[in-house]
């Protein structure tokens, strides 16, 4: 279902900055009645199953399992919203063309508002007259049903009032991985799905918010049913300026430049994961958390010192790279995000302080990897070994197997967690 990617030059189509696709989203969305409201901060401190949040409903869950009241608190039943989003799920994956830990999600939602005909015609109508994205590009799937829920017939026959159809080879019938989304967290609303994908690249996921999954993973009727949309700026972004992926954007290529001014080494994994991680990073300081060995303090110390080690492998050794890609990050941001710019001076001292216990350790722990390496037959790394680097250097369990990897080994994980809870109980003794 992939097709080419349509030249910006050869068809006169002027270039839109992500700045611009952030509000001609916003701006379509009021146009047609909705509220919008603010992003939320990425700590949620609401709903404890979750630790970051992942998603752009994550701040309406109970408006859609009717615990609240959208036209009460709300004074809408239709809400758009961009959303500051980080997700860890993927982590291993950055690196490549499309992955991210930080990212925006677009969002559009209604709670009992409107359904699938008004969201699907909503998200053509965006899609192709306001974004001018060709129809032949665009390609869309459609939840096939299971043993316990129907095949959505109705969204089908929606999307053939577009041209969309198994017939005409742009419309395809899919199973529950692909086509059903949900829930944020151990329980909250879900539903199938109908997804968007122009030239072969997923934009837009439109769930049908019609159960509610309890923590015994059973689905429950919601007694109302909801609209929640979610487009990553970022992959919009990667279509609408015609870019090969996510890091080409002017979300992220300004932050490359910085990091290829101090390094000349072709490794874009590494410098892909440094701009991401570092991104992601800000983010969660300019809302004031600190780098920890628990919940969010440790999401942040892992994205952190992995960035860090990158930088060791780009042959970077000029401290003043870190402060220059803070620098773009906030610019890139500035009239969206201005708490990113505001709190730099925090933001640098909370680095700083992670900089100075990490930087040394790093040096010193990587040549005791080296060491390990030469003394091992088999091409697996002891637990033992692994606990060793995270109990004395401070490495992450994560940047011992990316390291291990890279070098041709795996690592002994229940070996580690093994170690992990003898010294716990050595520890209580």
């Known amino acids: 279902m992939k097709k080419n990617i349509i030249d910006i030059k050869k068809n006169n189509l002027k270039f839109i900055s992500s700045a611009e696709i952030r509000k001609t989203f916003l701006d379509f969305f009021k146009s047609k009645g909705h509220k919008i409201m603010p992003s939320s901060l990425l700590i949620d401190k609401a709903d404890s199953s979750v630790l970051l949040t992942s998603a752009g409903m994550q701040q309406f869950k109970n408006f859609f399992t009717g615990e609240r009241d959208a036209i009460k608190e709300l004074r809408n039943k ?66 096939k049903g299971d043993h316990n829920i129907k095949q959505d017939d109705k969204s089908a026959k929606i999307w053939e009032n577009f041209g969309f159809s198994e017939k005409n080879k742009n419309l395809e019938f899919r199973g529950k991985k692909d086509n059903f989304w949900g829930p944020t967290g151990e329980q909250g609303p879900c539903g199938p799905t109908t997804e968007i994908y122009v030239d072969g690249i997923e934009i837009w996921n439109i769930v049908f918010n019609e159960y509610n999954c309890d923590k015994n993973n059973k689905l429950i009727l919601l007694p109302k049913k909801g609209i929640d949309t979610g487009m990553g700026l970022e992959r919009l972004a990667t279509v609408l300026q015609n870019k090969k992926n996510n890091f080409d954007t002017d979300l992220f290529s300004p932050i490359m430049e910085i990091v290829d001014k101090y390094s000349n080494l072709d490794n874009k994994k590494a410098k892909r994961i440094i701009i991401d991680h570092l991104k992601g990073a800000m983010f969660l300081m300019a809302e004031g958390l600190s780098p920890s060995n628990i919940k969010q303090g440790y999401i942040l110390r892992r994205v952190l010192r992995r960035a860090m080690r990158y930088i060791n492998v780009l042959g970077i050794s000029d401290y003043n790279v870190y ?86 080994f795996s690592v002994d994980k229940i070996g580690f967690e093994k170690a992990i809870e003898e010294h716990k109980k050595k520890s209580k003794k």
């Open 78 to 143: 239709n809400i758009a919203t961009a959303q500051k989003c980080f997700r860890t799920t993927d982590i291993d994956e950055v690196g490549d063309e499309t992955h991210n830990t930080f990212f925006e999600m677009l969002g559009n939602f209604s709670f009992n508002g409107y359904y699938k005909k008004q969201a699907i015609e909503l998200a053509y109508e965006l899609i192709v007259k306001e974004f001018k994205i060709d129809y032949s590009r665009i390609t869309v799937t459609i939840f």
């Open 323 to 408: 402060g220059d890609i803070f620098n773009t990050i906030g610019n890139i941001y500035k009239d969206t995000y201005p708490e990113l710019l505001k709190n730099k001076k925090h933001i640098e001292e909370i680095f700083n302080k992670e900089y100075n216990v990490f930087g040394k350790a790093l040096r010193a722990g990587l040549k005791i990897f080296e060491k390990n390496i030469k003394n091992i037959k088999s091409k697996i790394f002891t637990g033992e070994n692994a606990f060793f680097l995270y109990s004395t250097y401070g490495f992450p369990i994560e940047l011992i197997n990316d390291i291990a990897k890279e070098k041709g």
